[in-house]
Structure formats: C-alpha cells, structure tokens
C-alpha cells in the first residue's frame, strides 16, 4: 500500500527554526508537495521537489531525498501566523496525489 | 485574477438525501480534480477530470459522481448520503500535462450529514 508519515503535531516558539519530516512509500514518485492549511481554510501551495536536494523560497525551505523516500520542510523566523497544519503529498506512478494526515504546527510566543 | 471558487461554502443535509457540490477552476486552468478531507486527516481524492471526462478516480464508491462542463466548471453529487460524507470537500484546479502540474485549491464546502 501506498504511504506517507508526517508528526501528527509540533510546537516552536516565535522567531525559531523549526523542521518537519514526511517519509513516504509510494507506487511509483513524480514529485512531492508541501501545502499549508490554516484550520478551516483550504490548503495552499508551499513548495515542490522532484529532484534531490534543497529548494528555497523565502523562510521555506524544502528537501528531498528520493533514495531514502523523505523530505522536510524548514521554516524559518516562525511567525504567529505560521500555526497551521502542513501537509506532505507525493504524486505517484499515476499521478495522483497520496497525502499525509498533516502536522499540526503551534507557534509560541 | 479569479482563484478558485466553490459553492455553497456550508450545507446540512440528512441521511439519503443528495447533493452537488459546484468548483469552477482558476482562469486558464482546464481540470478539476476533487477531494474529500475528514476533520484530522489528509485530503483523498475522489476523481479527477479533463475534457468533459472523468480521467482518474481514487476509491470511492459509485454514490460519488461528478461531471465537468465546456467552461472546465465541475460538480461533484453524492448520492444516498451517509452520516460518514460529512467532511470538507475541495475542489482543485490545475493546467493539464498530464499531472504535472501545480494544483490550486478552492475554499472548500464543509457539508454535514445529519
């Protein structure tokens, strides 16, 4: 069966680095996303990794290991607004989108 | 520039009764892929479509059935509703190679079986 592992919740503290692990095991792999969804909103775009190594977009950051089946997202400067869930979702040999539960992430001050 | 929207935003319905759910995607996106999100988990996917067809469907069983129109708008119906259809249901929008692409998500509609 297909996969994916996330933290089901973290907790950081304003203004810290904090770094959320997904291992996946999937049928087939084109491609691993990172959403944001704030509680009853929809989940929004982060980042996207199909090739190994580091993608970085402002405080996000994104890693993928395709040998080892993981990734994380790093979030850097935590900022209140930052609680929300994020969710790991890995496209597959159909390309179809296998999601993770969702890490529930609660910023301090 | 429009993102996705969804209708209603809430519903309430009881058990064996039906409803349709409406998306229309992001301008210039041409498939909408639909999924169901349980209060906790990961969204699931319900199916996907592209040129007026249902191109993918994830497991669900056949009370769940959409169509897409020529505008790229899509519904989605669940027939005989179960008290375990409540849920949030997204609908996301993305231009088509085949997958490749970004999906966008609209605010979804929370709907309630009672």
């Known amino acids: 069966g297909q996969n994916i592992d996330q933290p089901t919740e973290m907790t950081a503290t304003e203004g810290a680095i904090v770094q959320i692990n997904c291992t996946y095991q999937?049928?087939?792999?084109?491609?691993l996303f990172w959403y944001q969804q704030h509680a009853g909103e929809a989940p929004t775009f982060l980042s996207y990794?199909?090739l190994d190594g580091l993608e970085e977009k402002g405080r996000f950051s994104s890693f993928l290991s395709r040998s080892k089946g993981y990734s994380y997202l790093l979030l850097k400067e935590l900022q209140m607004k930052d609680s929300a869930s994020y969710l790991c979702?890995?496209?597959?040999?159909?390309?179809?989108?296998?999601w993770g539960a969702g890490t529930k992430l609660i910023i301090k001050p | 520039d429009a993102g996705v929207t969804q209708s209603p935003t809430h519903l309430i319905k009881t058990r064996g009764q039906q409803v349709t759910l409406r998306c229309s995607p992001k301008?210039?996106?041409?498939?909408v892929s639909w999924y169901q999100q349980a209060l906790g988990q990961g969204p699931q996917f319900i199916f996907q479509?592209?040129?007026?067809?249902?191109?993918q469907r994830g497991n669900f069983p056949d009370r769940f059935s959409g169509h897409q129109f020529p505008n790229y708008s899509s519904e989605l119906n669940v027939n005989a509703l179960l008290l375990g259809d409540s849920a949030l249901y997204l609908c996301?929008?993305?231009?088509?190679?085949?997958?490749?692409?970004?999906?966008?998500f609209g605010p979804g509609t929370r709907l309630l079986v009672l």
């Open positions: 979702a890995v496209r597959d040999s159909n390309y179809q989108l296998i």
């Open positions: 301008s210039g996106h041409d498939t």
């Open positions: 990794n199909v």
């Open positions: 479509y592209y040129e007026e067809e249902e191109r």
């Open positions: 996301a929008s993305s231009w088509d190679r085949y997958g490749q692409e970004t999906q966008y």
């Open positions: 999937t049928s087939g792999f084109n491609g």
